[in-house]
Protein backbone atom coordinates (compact mmCIF):
# COMPACT_ATOMS: atom_id res chain seq x y z
CA UNK A 1 0.00 0.00 0.00
CA UNK A 2 1.34 3.62 -0.75
CA UNK A 3 1.18 6.47 1.62
CA UNK A 4 0.60 9.70 0.53
CA UNK A 5 3.08 12.34 2.31
CA UNK A 6 -0.05 14.14 4.48
CA UNK A 7 -1.64 10.91 5.82
CA UNK A 8 2.04 10.21 6.91
CA UNK A 9 2.53 13.65 8.38
CA UNK A 10 -0.92 13.27 9.89
CA UNK A 11 -0.30 9.86 12.01
CA UNK A 12 2.95 11.08 12.63
CA UNK A 13 1.33 14.30 14.62
CA UNK A 14 -1.26 11.99 16.58
CA UNK A 15 1.72 9.74 17.26
CA UNK A 16 4.14 12.78 18.59
CA UNK A 17 0.94 14.28 20.63
CA UNK A 18 0.46 10.56 22.47
CA UNK A 19 3.79 10.18 23.32
CA UNK A 20 4.02 13.78 25.12
CA UNK A 21 0.77 13.60 26.45
CA UNK A 22 -0.91 11.23 29.19
CA UNK A 23 -4.41 11.50 30.29
CA UNK A 24 -5.62 13.43 33.39
CA UNK A 25 -6.63 10.74 35.73
CA UNK A 26 -7.47 13.52 38.54
CA UNK A 27 -10.23 15.33 36.40
CA UNK A 28 -11.93 14.53 32.62
CA UNK A 29 -11.11 11.89 30.71
CA UNK A 30 -11.17 13.94 27.82
CA UNK A 31 -8.09 16.30 29.68
CA UNK A 32 -4.49 15.93 28.67
CA UNK A 33 -1.03 16.47 30.39
CA UNK A 34 1.47 18.00 27.38
CA UNK A 35 5.02 17.37 28.80
CA UNK A 36 7.33 20.57 28.31
CA UNK A 37 9.53 21.01 25.03
CA UNK A 38 11.96 22.59 27.42
CA UNK A 39 13.29 21.57 30.84
CA UNK A 40 12.08 23.60 33.29
CA UNK A 41 9.07 24.35 31.90
CA UNK A 42 5.67 23.72 32.39
CA UNK A 43 3.30 20.79 32.10
CA UNK A 44 0.41 22.24 30.15
CA UNK A 45 -3.11 20.51 30.40
CA UNK A 46 -5.24 20.58 26.89
CA UNK A 47 -8.68 19.45 26.74
CA UNK A 48 -10.44 22.30 28.55
CA UNK A 49 -13.23 24.41 27.02
CA UNK A 50 -11.88 26.83 24.62
CA UNK A 51 -12.54 30.71 26.27
CA UNK A 52 -13.30 32.97 23.58
CA UNK A 53 -11.85 35.67 25.71
CA UNK A 54 -8.68 34.55 23.79
CA UNK A 55 -10.08 36.24 20.56
CA UNK A 56 -9.61 39.47 22.35
CA UNK A 57 -6.01 39.37 22.69
CA UNK A 58 -4.64 40.10 18.93
CA UNK A 59 -6.54 43.55 19.53
CA UNK A 60 -4.10 44.79 22.73
CA UNK A 61 -1.31 45.11 20.77
CA UNK A 62 0.26 45.77 17.03
CA UNK A 63 1.14 42.35 16.22
CA UNK A 64 0.61 38.50 16.96
CA UNK A 65 4.57 38.62 18.25
CA UNK A 66 3.73 40.89 21.03
CA UNK A 67 0.60 38.61 21.47
CA UNK A 68 2.85 35.51 22.37
CA UNK A 69 5.61 37.94 23.84
CA UNK A 70 2.73 38.60 26.42
CA UNK A 71 2.08 35.20 27.13
CA UNK A 72 5.52 33.83 27.36
CA UNK A 73 6.67 36.71 29.31
CA UNK A 74 3.86 36.26 32.12
CA UNK A 75 5.00 32.74 32.52
CA UNK A 76 7.99 33.13 32.79
CA UNK A 77 7.35 35.64 35.67
CA UNK A 78 5.03 33.72 37.31
CA UNK A 79 8.18 30.94 37.89
CA UNK A 80 9.22 33.36 40.58
CA UNK A 81 5.65 32.00 42.22
CA UNK A 82 4.32 28.81 40.85
CA UNK A 83 7.26 26.64 40.35
CA UNK A 84 7.11 24.41 37.34
CA UNK A 85 7.77 21.65 39.68
CA UNK A 86 4.47 21.69 41.10
CA UNK A 87 1.97 23.36 39.25
CA UNK A 88 0.89 23.05 35.54
CA UNK A 89 -0.76 25.44 33.72
CA UNK A 90 -3.76 25.84 31.35
CA UNK A 91 -5.47 28.84 29.37
CA UNK A 92 -7.33 30.94 31.77
CA UNK A 93 -10.64 30.37 32.36
CA UNK A 94 -11.83 32.41 34.82
CA UNK A 95 -12.29 35.70 33.10
CA UNK A 96 -14.65 35.14 29.75
CA UNK A 97 -15.56 37.38 26.86
CA UNK A 98 -18.64 38.83 28.15
CA UNK A 99 -16.50 39.58 31.41
CA UNK A 100 -13.83 41.09 29.95
CA UNK A 101 -15.29 42.73 26.19
CA UNK A 102 -15.97 46.71 26.59
CA UNK A 103 -18.72 46.34 24.24
CA UNK A 104 -20.61 44.60 26.47
CA UNK A 105 -19.61 46.73 29.31
CA UNK A 106 -16.82 44.17 30.90
CA UNK A 107 -13.29 45.12 32.60
CA UNK A 108 -12.31 46.80 29.27
CA UNK A 109 -14.42 48.95 29.22
CA UNK A 110 -14.83 52.73 30.69
CA UNK A 111 -16.61 52.96 34.20
CA UNK A 112 -20.31 54.76 33.98
CA UNK A 113 -23.30 53.90 36.11
CA UNK A 114 -24.16 51.09 33.80
CA UNK A 115 -20.70 49.28 34.47
CA UNK A 116 -19.73 49.69 37.61
CA UNK A 117 -16.28 47.12 36.81
CA UNK A 118 -14.70 49.23 34.49
CA UNK A 119 -11.51 49.09 34.69
CA UNK A 120 -11.05 52.40 32.07
CA UNK A 121 -11.75 56.32 33.71
CA UNK A 122 -15.28 57.49 32.75
CA UNK A 123 -15.98 58.94 29.54
CA UNK A 124 -16.75 62.61 29.38
CA UNK A 125 -14.29 63.82 32.17
CA UNK A 126 -11.22 65.01 32.26
CA UNK A 127 -8.63 62.56 33.01
CA UNK A 128 -5.10 63.70 34.36
CA UNK A 129 -2.45 62.48 32.02
CA UNK A 130 0.15 63.98 34.98
CA UNK A 131 1.98 66.19 32.69
CA UNK A 132 -0.92 69.16 32.90
CA UNK A 133 -2.60 67.73 29.57
CA UNK A 134 -5.91 65.52 29.87
CA UNK A 135 -8.42 63.47 27.76
CA UNK A 136 -12.17 62.70 27.90
CA UNK A 137 -12.09 59.66 26.35
CA UNK A 138 -9.20 57.46 28.38
CA UNK A 139 -8.65 54.09 26.76
CA UNK A 140 -5.49 52.77 28.73
CA UNK A 141 -6.00 49.56 30.01
CA UNK A 142 -6.26 47.51 26.17
CA UNK A 143 -6.31 43.71 26.78
CA UNK A 144 -5.93 41.31 30.24
CA UNK A 145 -4.41 37.79 29.68
CA UNK A 146 -5.03 35.12 32.30
CA UNK A 147 -3.14 32.12 32.65
CA UNK A 148 -4.18 29.15 35.25
CA UNK A 149 -1.98 27.07 37.61
CA UNK A 150 -3.27 23.39 38.50
CA UNK A 151 -2.00 21.57 41.06
CA UNK A 152 -3.75 17.80 40.95
CA UNK A 153 -6.35 18.95 38.69
CA UNK A 154 -7.31 21.78 41.02
CA UNK A 155 -7.09 25.57 40.34
CA UNK A 156 -4.59 26.83 42.74
CA UNK A 157 -3.41 29.85 41.55
CA UNK A 158 -3.48 32.70 38.93
CA UNK A 159 -1.23 34.79 36.56
CA UNK A 160 -2.82 37.92 35.10
CA UNK A 161 -0.80 40.41 32.36
CA UNK A 162 -2.57 43.92 32.43
CA UNK A 163 -2.17 45.71 28.88
CA UNK A 164 -2.07 48.86 28.48
CA UNK A 165 -1.00 51.83 26.51
CA UNK A 166 1.14 55.12 27.48
CA UNK A 167 0.41 57.12 24.56
CA UNK A 168 -2.51 57.54 21.42
CA UNK A 169 -3.53 59.94 18.99
CA UNK A 170 -6.92 61.95 19.30
CA UNK A 171 -8.73 63.95 16.78
CA UNK A 172 -8.20 67.48 18.15
CA UNK A 173 -11.19 69.43 18.83
CA UNK A 174 -11.44 71.18 15.27
CA UNK A 175 -11.68 67.40 13.92
CA UNK A 176 -8.67 68.72 11.30
CA UNK A 177 -6.21 66.65 12.60
CA UNK A 178 -5.02 64.32 15.57
CA UNK A 179 -3.01 65.28 18.71
CA UNK A 180 -0.46 62.78 20.37
CA UNK A 181 -1.86 62.00 24.14
CA UNK A 182 0.81 60.47 26.64
CA UNK A 183 0.73 59.64 30.03
CA UNK A 184 3.83 60.34 32.33
CA UNK A 185 5.76 57.21 33.76
CA UNK A 186 4.43 58.12 37.44
CA UNK A 187 0.98 58.18 36.02
CA UNK A 188 0.93 55.61 33.84
CA UNK A 189 2.21 52.87 36.64
CA UNK A 190 0.08 54.46 39.19
CA UNK A 191 -3.09 53.69 37.13
CA UNK A 192 -1.81 49.97 36.50
CA UNK A 193 -1.70 49.57 39.77
CA UNK A 194 -4.82 50.66 41.22
CA UNK A 195 -6.60 48.55 38.22
CA UNK A 196 -4.55 45.90 39.30
CA UNK A 197 -5.83 45.81 42.95
CA UNK A 198 -10.01 46.33 41.26
CA UNK A 199 -9.06 43.35 39.37
CA UNK A 200 -7.70 41.28 41.98
CA UNK A 201 -10.80 42.56 44.21
CA UNK A 202 -12.97 41.11 41.22
CA UNK A 203 -11.36 38.05 40.81
CA UNK A 204 -11.60 37.13 44.67
CA UNK A 205 -15.76 37.75 44.27
CA UNK A 206 -14.99 34.18 42.45
CA UNK A 207 -15.87 30.74 43.84
CA UNK A 208 -13.14 29.62 42.40
CA UNK A 209 -10.85 31.85 43.48
CA UNK A 210 -11.82 33.61 46.79
CA UNK A 211 -9.66 35.21 49.35
CA UNK A 212 -6.72 33.20 49.72
CA UNK A 213 -5.60 31.78 46.31
CA UNK A 214 -2.81 33.50 44.90
CA UNK A 215 -2.85 36.05 42.15
CA UNK A 216 0.73 36.92 40.27
CA UNK A 217 -0.42 40.70 38.43
CA UNK A 218 2.12 41.95 36.05
CA UNK A 219 2.08 44.80 34.10
CA UNK A 220 2.86 45.41 30.80
CA UNK A 221 3.20 48.59 28.53
CA UNK A 222 2.19 47.95 25.07
CA UNK A 223 4.00 51.16 23.90
CA UNK A 224 7.63 50.64 22.05
CA UNK A 225 10.26 52.54 20.87
CA UNK A 226 9.88 51.07 17.91
CA UNK A 227 6.23 49.72 16.22
CA UNK A 228 8.23 46.26 14.85
CA UNK A 229 9.11 45.44 18.14
CA UNK A 230 6.97 44.21 21.44
CA UNK A 231 6.45 45.92 24.23
CA UNK A 232 8.02 45.21 28.00
CA UNK A 233 6.33 44.45 31.37
CA UNK A 234 7.37 47.12 33.58
CA UNK A 235 6.35 46.25 37.12
CA UNK A 236 4.63 42.95 39.47
CA UNK A 237 2.41 42.14 42.20
CA UNK A 238 1.93 38.82 43.92
CA UNK A 239 -1.61 38.96 46.44
CA UNK A 240 -2.04 36.69 48.96
CA UNK A 241 -4.81 39.17 49.81
CA UNK A 242 -6.47 42.02 48.62
CA UNK A 243 -3.28 44.09 48.89
CA UNK A 244 0.17 44.27 47.74
CA UNK A 245 3.38 45.93 46.86
CA UNK A 246 4.31 46.36 43.55
CA UNK A 247 8.01 45.87 42.06
CA UNK A 248 9.71 47.08 38.77
CA UNK A 249 10.36 44.86 36.31
CA UNK A 250 13.66 46.08 34.09
CA UNK A 251 12.74 44.65 30.65
CA UNK A 252 13.26 46.47 27.36
CA UNK A 253 13.47 45.44 23.53
CA UNK A 254 16.21 47.15 21.14
CA UNK A 255 16.40 46.85 17.34
CA UNK A 256 19.69 46.20 15.16
CA UNK A 257 20.79 48.58 13.94
CA UNK A 258 19.55 51.38 15.89
CA UNK A 259 21.08 54.16 17.76
CA UNK A 260 19.65 52.84 21.18
CA UNK A 261 20.61 49.54 20.05
CA UNK A 262 24.05 50.92 20.04
CA UNK A 263 23.81 52.56 23.00
CA UNK A 264 22.69 49.68 25.27
CA UNK A 265 24.98 47.17 23.77
CA UNK A 266 27.74 48.26 21.34
CA UNK A 267 29.22 44.71 21.51
CA UNK A 268 26.45 43.02 20.21
CA UNK A 269 25.77 45.76 17.92
CA UNK A 270 29.11 45.38 16.40
CA UNK A 271 28.75 41.60 15.74
CA UNK A 272 25.44 42.25 14.15
CA UNK A 273 26.72 45.01 11.61
CA UNK A 274 29.98 41.96 11.04
CA UNK A 275 27.20 39.75 9.77
CA UNK A 276 25.62 41.96 7.55
CA UNK A 277 28.38 42.93 6.09
CA UNK A 278 29.89 39.17 5.62
CA UNK A 279 26.42 38.13 4.10
CA UNK A 280 26.13 41.30 1.90
CA UNK A 281 29.59 40.87 0.45
CA UNK A 282 28.32 37.06 -0.86
CA UNK A 283 24.81 37.87 -1.91
CA UNK A 284 24.46 41.83 -2.52
CA UNK A 285 21.32 41.71 -4.06
CA UNK A 286 18.45 42.70 -1.38
CA UNK A 287 19.71 41.05 1.33
CA UNK A 288 18.32 42.22 4.71
CA UNK A 289 19.33 41.76 8.32
CA UNK A 290 17.77 42.93 11.20
CA UNK A 291 18.36 41.88 15.11
CA UNK A 292 15.92 42.47 17.64
CA UNK A 293 17.32 42.07 21.41
CA UNK A 294 15.60 41.50 25.15
CA UNK A 295 17.25 42.86 27.39
CA UNK A 296 16.82 42.48 31.25
CA UNK A 297 18.14 43.90 33.65
CA UNK A 298 20.41 45.79 31.29
CA UNK A 299 21.86 42.45 30.14
CA UNK A 300 21.13 40.35 26.65
CA UNK A 301 18.68 37.64 26.82
CA UNK A 302 16.62 36.65 23.75
CA UNK A 303 18.33 37.77 20.32
CA UNK A 304 15.77 37.45 17.67
CA UNK A 305 18.04 37.86 14.04
CA UNK A 306 15.95 37.54 10.34
CA UNK A 307 17.52 37.55 7.20
CA UNK A 308 15.39 38.24 4.31
CA UNK A 309 17.41 37.94 0.51
CA UNK A 310 15.79 36.99 -3.21
CA UNK A 311 17.78 33.93 -4.18
CA UNK A 312 18.09 32.12 -7.30
CA UNK A 313 18.33 29.05 -6.58
CA UNK A 314 18.68 25.85 -4.24
CA UNK A 315 22.56 25.99 -4.26
CA UNK A 316 22.67 29.84 -3.56
CA UNK A 317 19.85 29.49 -0.52
CA UNK A 318 21.77 26.85 0.95
CA UNK A 319 25.45 28.08 0.97
CA UNK A 320 23.77 31.44 2.33
CA UNK A 321 22.15 28.89 5.40
CA UNK A 322 25.34 27.28 5.64
CA UNK A 323 27.48 30.47 5.56
CA UNK A 324 25.34 32.11 8.12
CA UNK A 325 25.63 28.98 10.61
CA UNK A 326 29.51 29.63 10.07
CA UNK A 327 29.25 33.33 10.81
CA UNK A 328 27.34 32.73 14.18
CA UNK A 329 30.84 31.79 16.17
CA UNK A 330 30.98 35.61 16.42
CA UNK A 331 28.17 35.24 19.13
CA UNK A 332 30.21 33.31 21.52
CA UNK A 333 28.56 34.64 24.30
CA UNK A 334 25.93 31.58 25.71
CA UNK A 335 24.16 33.48 28.28
CA UNK A 336 21.26 34.46 25.85
CA UNK A 337 19.07 32.49 23.43
CA UNK A 338 19.33 33.37 19.76
CA UNK A 339 17.05 32.25 17.05
CA UNK A 340 17.45 33.39 13.48
CA UNK A 341 14.68 33.46 10.58
CA UNK A 342 15.89 33.13 7.30
CA UNK A 343 13.67 34.41 4.39
CA UNK A 344 13.99 33.73 0.49
CA UNK A 345 11.45 35.62 -1.93
CA UNK A 346 9.02 35.41 1.41
CA UNK A 347 9.37 31.77 2.14
CA UNK A 348 11.01 30.71 5.56
CA UNK A 349 13.86 28.51 4.43
CA UNK A 350 15.35 27.93 7.35
CA UNK A 351 15.73 28.30 10.92
CA UNK A 352 18.25 28.08 13.44
CA UNK A 353 17.87 27.93 17.20
CA UNK A 354 20.33 27.77 20.34
CA UNK A 355 19.31 27.95 23.66
CA UNK A 356 20.32 29.53 26.80
CA UNK A 357 23.63 28.25 27.95
CA UNK A 358 23.98 26.24 24.81
CA UNK A 359 27.43 26.51 22.34
CA UNK A 360 25.58 24.68 19.35
CA UNK A 361 22.93 25.55 17.08
CA UNK A 362 19.87 23.41 16.18
CA UNK A 363 19.64 24.13 12.25
CA UNK A 364 16.40 23.46 9.78
CA UNK A 365 16.48 23.67 6.19
CA UNK A 366 13.41 23.78 5.23
CA UNK A 367 13.87 23.36 1.31
Not at 135 to 148: H, R
Not at 251 to 264: L, M, N, T, V
Request: glycine share 8%; hydrophobic share 35%.
Amino acid sequence: MKWSKGIIFALSAVMLLAGCGSKDNSGSSDQIKVKPIEEGDYETILGQESNQARILNNKSSGSMFDVYEIGKGLQELAKAHFSADSYQVQEGQLLTYSSLAASQNGLLGNQSDDNKTGLNPKVGEAFDLGNGDTTDDPFILTGIQEIDFLQNGDLSGVAIAMVMRQEWYEDHESGLYQVKKEMTDEKFRLFGEEAARKLVNYLRALPEVGDEMPIYVALYSATSADDTLPGHYFAEGYFVSRSTNFEDIDEQWYIFPSDAGSEIDSVTAGRMDTLKASLYDQLPENIGVVGKGKYVDKELRQLHITITMDAKTYVECSAIVHYTLSLMKDFNQDDYAIKIEVYSNKDLIATMVRAENESDFTTHLML
